[in-house]
Every structure is written in structure tokens, then in C-alpha cells.
């Protein structure tokens, strides 16, 4: 028995051995697995940051140029730049200067400094309109490279754009010039890293590097389309290139928001995919050429798509059509525009923006909402700069006052139009709704913007002449079980459309 028990308990520690080896064996595999993902992890990283932009850098530099402007300055009279407007050393200051005769000092030039990029051997030139606007002389200095003397010319403007803040340059050159090409903006992704070249605040040729931080954003003009970066851009930055990693311009560096001039990492590149078709257009023609429908429009509101019956908020409302190319083909004031040239339409920026890329004389297909249904009407585009030329010194009809036989109904004080108050508004003979006088802060057509003064043309998109019109409308945007009823309010001249609900 002694010896039975002797083989059971031997084997017994023969398999605990077993068991640790494999205890241990299993440790260290994983032990290896993890060891071997921290390397992969290190490896993958190192790929992803790069060992340098060096080599990126010193391909593009030779693109990117500094430019300096001169312009004439008139002499300027009294204290100005000495001291404050309004200073009380102001008056001591101009008796200064009065005794010294510099009230009528000769004219000076003045500097500034930008950056632009070459985008072909020939010598043009892409910058911002206001790095060059109303220079006498502009000055181009190209990137010097390793030994090499820097090597001025002067340039020409070929065209400009105020509205995309973009200029064209020329210069004449011994022989072909190193250039860059544009790139997709559209294809740029937020957190895509980015390479920013220029000549901030005159330090001449300087890069910074950072990432695309947000895409499609508006500043203040309709054809906006900027580029967010954190990638520092400083003054004299302005018109100089914005890179992606293929050395490709994806932005043209226009602006910054700081609340001290200088760089918060905040800068703003206009989206390349915009540039490419105003330089093409200043190129070939010295000057754009947009489309141009015709129409005034407005974003639709949640509570406008109930009022009209749409399923959703989307599309742009007409709230007026002038004279012109809308007008003739048969859009009218109420329609929502769906889809423009086969593209659907978000909104009203994104249909200015597309009316505006499309080419002057296409034949387009518009498809609107109009009672109820859809209808697609074909517009032959005209050409925007041509009809604002027609447009300027045009005078606007003035906001007014009031009118008799008052009655207040959602939250207005409003009567009808009479010949007296049409003399009194300075509008038209055949001019028909119903004038507000009187608004109640505390309704929401206050909040929405309505005012003594306006006139209430239509409601429910139909004409409104009298009281009992509008109670009519009313009403039957009630029975159709709507909650809100779309006025057409027009201020100045200018149209507009406003819900108002119909639970009050």
C-alpha cells in the first residue's frame, strides 16, 4: 500500500510541474503578444507623424511669394496719427502744426505687405483683393532657395473679386517659374493636416503646420466658403497658399479671428474649390461672370414647411420676383425652389452659391413646390454683374407709419391701404395690403421682426386688400388643419416671408 501511495503522490507532483510549466509558457506568450503590439503601436505612430515637413516644404517654397504694395497717399491735415480723434490735446496739437505749416504736407507712400503663390510657369499670380487693392505699384519677391539671391518683379492685376476677396497677378519672367497646383477642398477632412506659407507680419517666407479644424464656413459675403485651420496665420499671411500633405492648395489664407491681431489659431482659407472657378473666370475675361436668376429669397422655416404644407424645412422661398430672368420664365413670389440644374437645394446660401458657379446663358431645369405639388420651369440664366450694375443708385420706398380703421389681429394693428397713406409710405398708385401700425412687443410676430410700417401683401399666398381678406385666410388654414398662416410682409420695397401661428 506504502508503495501505491508512493506512485500516486509522484505522479500527482508530476502533473502540478506540468501544470506550472504551462502556467509560465502561457505568461510569457502573452508577455511576447503584448511586447510585439507596443512595437506595432510605436511603428504605426511613427508613420503617422512623419520623420519631418522639410522635405514637403522645400517642394512647394519655391511657389510662394512675398508682396509688397505702394500706394499714394494724399497729405493729411491737422493732428491725425499723432493723437487720438477727440484727445483734449487735439486743438493744442493742430495750433502745433498750424504755426509749423504741415497742414498741407505733400503726399507720401504707403506699404503693405501679403503673400500669393504661383500657379503657372508663365507668372500668374493668386492673392486677396486686399492685399493689392488700390496699389499704385506691386511688388512680387520670390523664395530665394539655398545661396540664391532674391529676385524681385514687378506685377500687373489681371482681374479682381471683392466678393470671394480674390486677385489675379501677372508678371513677366526670364524663363518658367516653379508653380502649384490646386486641390479638391472637397475632399479636405476635419483633422486633415494642413502646411501654411507666407510672409507674416513681414518676416518674410515662414511655414506653420496644423489641421483642418471645421469645413464650409460663412463669414459675411453669399459666396463664402472657408476652410477652418488652427495652422497659425498672421498679418501678411493674407493671399498666401494653404497645403494639404500632397503639396496640393486646398485655401487661399484670407482672414483671422482674434480679439488682438494676432494669431489664436483661428484662421480662415477660402475653400480652394471656389478659388479655381473665379481665377479661371479673371484669366479669361478680366472679371467674373456669375449666374444670375432673378429672385429674392429666404430660408423656410419649420413653422413656413407647415404653413405650406412641405414635409420638412428646405429649399429657398421667393419672396420677390423683379424684372428678369426668373420673372420671364414664370417663377413666382411663394414658390420654394427644390432642386436647381438637377442639384437639390438645402438652402439659400447653397442656392446663391450655385446660381452664382453656374455659366451665364445655360438653360437650367428649377424644380418648385407650388400649390401643393411640384412643377419644374426652365430659366435661362443671365449675369449677376450686369444686373447689379442696373441696380445701383436705385432709391428704396421708405418705411411709414399708420393708416385708419385700425383692428389688431395676431398680435398687429393693421388697416388697409389708402390712397393717403400709399402718398404718405411713397408707394406706388396700384400698391395693395394692409399696413401695420402697431405691434405688440410681447407677440410673436414681434419676435419674428415685424414693425409699424410694414405692409402685408399676402397671406396664405394669396392677395390680401381688406380685413375680412386676411380673416378669410385665416380661416381656411384653419379648416386645413394648419397651425400657422404665411404672410408675404414687405419693408422698403423689400419682400420677405413670416409665419405667424394661428393658436393665439
Same mark, same amino acid.
Given at each position: 500500500m506504502s508503495t501505491r501511495r508512493a506512485e500516486v503522490q509522484a505522479k500527482a507532483r508530476s502533473i502540478s510541474v506540468r501544470r506550472d510549466d504551462v502556467s509560465v509558457m502561457v505568461r510569457m506568450m502573452w508577455l511576447a503578444f503584448v511586447g510585439m503590439l507596443f512595437v506595432l503601436a510605436q511603428t504605426i505612430a511613427a508613420h503617422a507623424r512623419g520623420e519631418s515637413l522639410a522635405p514637403l516644404a522645400e517642394q512647394i517654397s519655391p511657389a510662394v511669394v512675398n508682396i509688397t504694395t505702394s500706394t499714394l497717399v494724399e497729405g493729411q491735415t491737422g493732428?491725425?496719427?499723432?493723437?487720438?480723434?477727440?484727445?483734449?490735446?487735439?486743438?493744442?496739437?493742430?495750433?502745433?502744426?498750424?504755426?509749423?505749416g504741415d497742414d498741407n504736407r505733400p503726399p507720401r507712400r504707403s506699404n503693405a505687405l501679403g503673400s500669393?503663390?504661383?500657379?503657372? =510657369?508663365?507668372?500668374?499670380?493668386?492673392?486677396?483683393?486686399?492685399?493689392? +487693392?488700390?496699389?499704385?505699384?506691386? %511688388?512680387?519677391?520670390?523664395?530665394?532657395?539655398?545661396?540664391?539671391?532674391?529676385?524681385? %518683379?514687378?506685377?500687373?492685376?489681371?482681374?479682381?473679386d471683392e466678393k470671394t476677396d480674390i486677385a489675379l497677378l501677372k508678371v513677366e519672367a526670364t524663363g518658367p517659374l516653379k508653380y502649384v497646383q490646386f486641390g479638391n477642398s472637397d475632399t479636405a477632412r476635419v483633422g486633415d493636416w494642413?502646411? +501654411?506659407?507666407?510672409?507674416?507680419?513681414?518676416?518674410?517666407?515662414?511655414?506653420?503646420?496644423?489641421?483642418?479644424?471645421?469645413?464650409?464656413?460663412?463669414?459675411?459675403?453669399?459666396?463664402?466658403?472657408?476652410?477652418?485651420?488652427?495652422?497659425?496665420?498672421?498679418?501678411?499671411?493674407?493671399?498666401?497658399?494653404?497645403?494639404?500633405?500632397?503639396?496640393?492648395? /486646398?485655401?487661399?489664407?484670407?482672414? /483671422?479671428?482674434?480679439?488682438n491681431g494676432g494669431s489664436i489659431g483661428i484662421g480662415f482659407s477660402m475653400a480652394s474649390n471656389v478659388v479655381t472657378k473665379v481665377v479661371d473666370q479673371l484669366r479669361e475675361f478680366g472679371e467674373t461672370r456669375r449666374g444670375w436668376l432673378g429672385v429674392r429669397i429666404q430660408d423656410v422655416t419649420e413653422d413656413m414647411a407647415e404653413a405650406m404644407g412641405l414635409d420638412k424645412p428646405g429649399g429657398a422661398l421667393v419672396s420677390d420676383v423683379p424684372d428678369g430672368p426668373a420673372k420671364d420664365a414664370g417663377l413666382l413670389a411663394g414658390d420654394v425652389i427644390l432642386s436647381f440644374d438637377g442639384v437639390e437645394v438645402e438652402d439659400t446660401r447653397g442656392l446663391v452659391r450655385q446660381v452664382g458657379e453656374t455659366t451665364v446663358g445655360k438653360s437650367v431645369r428649377v424644380v418648385v413646390h407650388r400649390d401643393g405639388g411640384?412643377?419644374?420651369? %426652365?430659366?435661362? %440664366?443671365?449675369?449677376?454683374?450686369? +444686373?447689379?450694375?442696373? =441696380?445701383?443708385?436705385?432709391?428704396?420706398?421708405?418705411?411709414?407709419?399708420?393708416?385708419?380703421?385700425?383692428?389688431?389681429i395676431l398680435g398687429l394693428t393693421i388697416s388697409p391701404l389708402t390712397d393717403a397713406l400709399r402718398s404718405e409710405m411713397g408707394l406706388d398708385d396700384d400698391a395693395e395690403g394692409l399696413v401695420v401700425s402697431n405691434v405688440d412687443e410681447a407677440s410673436e410676430a414681434y419676435s419674428k421682426g415685424l414693425r409699424a410700417g410694414d405692409l402685408i401683401t399676402e397671406a396664405g399666398q394669396q392677395k390680401v386688400t381688406s380685413i375680412e381678406d386676411l380673416e378669410a385666410r385665416m380661416e381656411e388654414a384653419r379648416e386645413a388643419g394648419r397651425k400657422s398662416l404665411l404672410l408675404l410682409?414687405? !419693408?422698403?420695397?423689400?419682400? !420677405?416671408?413670416? +409665419?405667424l401661428s394661428l393658436e393665439q
Open positions: 493732428p491725425q496719427g499723432i493723437v487720438p480723434e477727440g484727445s483734449p490735446f487735439e486743438d493744442f496739437f493742430r495750433e502745433f502744426q498750424d504755426r509749423n500669393g503663390f504661383v500657379i503657372s =510657369e508663365d507668372g500668374y499670380i493668386v492673392t486677396n483683393n486686399h492685399v493689392i +487693392a488700390e496699389a499704385d505699384e506691386i %511688388l512680387v519677391e520670390f523664395f530665394p532657395g539655398d545661396g540664391q539671391p532674391v529676385k524681385e %518683379l514687378p506685377a500687373k492685376v489681371i482681374g479682381t494642413v502646411i +501654411a506659407m507666407g510672409n507674416p507680419l513681414g518676416q518674410g517666407f515662414s511655414v506653420s503646420a496644423g489641421i483642418v479644424s471645421a469645413r464650409n464656413r460663412a463669414l459675411s459675403g453669399s459666396y463664402d466658403d472657408y476652410i477652418q485651420t488652427d495652422a497659425a496665420i498672421n498679418r501678411g499671411n493674407s493671399g498666401g497658399p494653404l497645403f494639404n500633405m500632397n503639396g496640393e492648395v /486646398i485655401g487661399v489664407n484670407t482672414a /483671422i479671428l482674434s480679439p411640384t412643377q419644374t420651369v %426652365l430659366v435661362t %440664366l443671365g449675369r449677376r454683374e450686369d +444686373a447689379e450694375r442696373e =441696380e445701383e443708385g436705385e432709391a428704396e420706398a421708405t418705411d411709414e407709419e399708420q393708416g385708419a380703421e385700425d383692428t389688431d410682409v414687405r !419693408r422698403g420695397g423689400e419682400p !420677405r416671408f413670416v +409665419a
